[in-house]
Structure formats: structure tokens, C-alpha cells
């Protein structure tokens, strides 16, 4: 301050001046160095997941942006809450991200419900992008009684919580979307828990259990072998690999919304200069150029890319669906 008593106005300015292009310039050529060193890509599931495999093509796009490696790395446990607990504790420097699906909306969801401290929630996090988005199809054995969704629909009508479904466990991906398409066809099922999706997939081939519902990729296979038969699906619009199945929505029940989707998030603190310069870069990895469509394409799954406002969005109805949903269905053990 006693230095600036010396200074008159003018030159005052100038060195005000001088000094505030000097930090600009600064802080531009350190956003314009990262990443410098390489990017922990958190996927808080084990490996070989429907986590894992997108995550491992985006960061091989990644790596052709940056030259720098984004490292994919599993940190798995309670259903998503350790890995995803890790990033939003991480620092907020651009250099842990987090790869998940729903489950980061489901665990602290369920967490409040149980009346247990929550270790996250999505208020932990800045989304970045999201990748990809997989409609959930619901299949019965390819003979079972029922060709049509709305025929099985009218059946368990007739015997409410008679007609059996098999899931991956309670508030799960496949627990959830079946929900939601009883309740919105005001109609019960009888739900029975397994292990993981493909023991569920088996009990259905088995003849053990009437239903149950799986991302497309899962069970293509066999409905195209004759094994399995498709009756609804859960998105938007139709599959690509199963046009012939209707929607939900198209049969008027518009609160069956569900996707298996899987987004790219950063700590909640991470500065906003950062998250524009990593949805950017998030957003050329994500482009046909860098092949994660196609890649994307050969896997089965549906790539969805949405930069980060669009995502917030999509984060937001999504939300809302599947809170309601659990809140309907209530405490599961």
C-alpha cells in the first residue's frame, strides 16, 4: 500500500494492469498444460462390468487427446459407494475422475431410507459427460404364455403377485425397471432376488422364474437363438438390435422410463475453468474420429454422448424416476 501512495494514477493502472495479465497468463498456460501427468479414471466396480468396458474405450480416446494416460482403475465394494466415496473426497484438480451408473443415485437414495449416513450424493459431484445410455429389455422364456406385454400385463391383473421375476438384488438394475413397469401398469409381480443378472437370466432360461430384465447386450444372443422373447423395453424409442419390440411409452405406460447409463463425473469443487477444458476434451474423445462409437456399437450398447448441461439434465429426470420408485417399493433387505 505504501508503495501505491508513491505512484501516481496512471502509472498505477499500468502496473495494476501489467500484473493482471501476468496472472491470466499464468493461469492460462496452466489450464492449457493439463494434464501433465496421468488421470486416474475411478470405475467403482470390478472389472469386466457394464462400467468397464466404456470406460476402458474412453480412455484410450483420451490418452490420443492428451498424451498423457487416463488410467483405469476398479475400486469396487457396496455396490458402487466405496469407488465413488473416493472421488468425491479426491482433490479437486482434474486428475480423479469417476466413471458409474445409476448406482451413485441408488446408494444414497437407499443409504436415507435405512436411516444410515450417506458417504455421497449427486450434489458430490460436477458432471462431465455421459456416454452411455442402455435401455433396460424385459424377456420371458420364448415359450411362455405370453407374446405381448400387454397379455402378460392382463394376466397379472388376474393373479396379482403370482408371476415371478428374478433380479441382480434389491434397488438393482433390473430390480428397479421391472418396478417401474408394474407400478406403472398398476399391476405386482413377485420379486426374487439373485446373485447377479446372468444367474437371473439363467433362472428364466431354466424354467425357475417367469421374468426378468436385462441391458440388450446381455440377452440379444438368445432372443435371436429363439431362446429368450422380448416384450418391452425401457427407453425412449426403439432398439436398433430390436425393432420389433415396443416401448413402454409407446404402450401409454410413461412412467417405465429406465436406463442402464453410464457418465464421467468430477468432485463437486473442481473449478469451472477445469470442467470446461475436461468436457471439451471429453466431448473430441467421444467423436467418431476417435472410434468409441463404433466401439461402443460392437460391444451392443447404445452410446448416448451428452455434454455436461444435458447431462445434468438427464441426471435430473433420472433422479426423479428412480427415487419414486424406491419409495414405492420401500426397505428391502
Do not use: C
Not at 493461469?27 to 468396458?53: C, E, H, R, S, Y
Not at 467418431?288 to 466401439?295: L, M, P, T, V
Request: charged share 15%.
Amino acid at each position: 500500500m505504501k508503495l501505491f501512495k508513491h505512484l501516481g494514477n496512471k502509472t498505477l493502472f499500468y502496473t495494476l494492469y501489467a500484473l493482471l495479465t501476468l496472472l491470466g497468463t499464468n493461469v492460462a498456460l496452466a489450464q492449457t498444460n493439463f494434464p501433465n501427468k496421468p488421470v486416474n479414471l475411478i470405475v467403482p466396480f470390478p472389472p469386466g462390468g457394464a462400467a468397464d468396458q466404456p470406460s476402458r474405450l474412453i480412455s484410450q480416446a483420451l490418452f490420443n487427446i492428451w498424451k498423457e494416460p487416463a488410467v483405469v482403475v476398479t475400486k469396487p465394494g457396496a455396490g458402487g459407494a466405496i469407488g465413488a466415496a473416493f472421488v468425491a473426497n479426491s482433490a479437486a484438480d482434474g486428475y480423479t475422475l469417476l466413471a458409474t451408473n445409476p448406482s451413485m443415485i441408488i446408494v444414497p437414495e437407499a443409504d436415507r431410507m435405512f436411516g444410515r449416513p450417506t458417504s455421497f450424493d449427486l450434489n458430490s459431484f460436477t458432471p462431465l459427460a455421459l456416454l452411455v445410455a442402455d435401455p433396460i429389455v424385459l424377456v420371458v422364456k420364448a415359450n411362455a404364455p405370453w407374446k405381448t406385454y400387454q397379455e402378460l400385463v392382463a394376466e397379472a391383473k388376474l393373479r396379482p403377485g403370482e408371476i415371478t421375476y428374478g433380479s441382480s438384488g434389491a434397488y438393482s438394475a433390473s430390480h428397479l425397471p421391472i418396478e417401474m413397469l408394474a407400478n406403472s401398469a398398476n399391476i405386482k409381480f413377485r420379486h426374487i432376488p439373485y446373485s447377479g443378472g446372468g444367474p437371473a437370466i439363467l433362472a428364466v432360461l431354466g424354467g425357475h422364474i417367469d421374468l426378468t430384465a436385462s441391458s440388450p447386450a446381455a440377452v440379444v444372443s438368445q432372443i435371436r437363438s429363439g431362446e429368450l422373447r422380448p416384450l418391452v423395453v425401457t427407453g425412449a424409442k426403439r432398439l436398433a438390435s430390436l425393432p420389433n419390440v415396443p416401448t413402454a411409452i409407446e404402450l401409454g405406460y410413461k412412467d417405465a422410463e429406465f436406463y442402464l447409463w453410464i457418465g464421467m463425473f468430477a468432485p463437486a469443487k473442481t473449478p469451472d475453468s477445469l470442467i470446461q477444458s475436461l468436457r471439451s476434451d471429453i466431448n473430441r474423445a467421444a467423436s467418431q474420429d476417435n472410434g468409441f462409437i463404433q466401439n461402443m456399437q460392437k460391444l451392443g450398447a447404445t452410446a448416448d454422448y451428452r455434454d455436461g448441461p444435458a447431462f445434468s439434465e438427464f441426471l435430473k429426470k433420472d433422479a426423479e424416476r428412480i427415487k419414486s420408485t424406491m419409495q414405492k417399493i420401500g426397505k428391502v433387505d
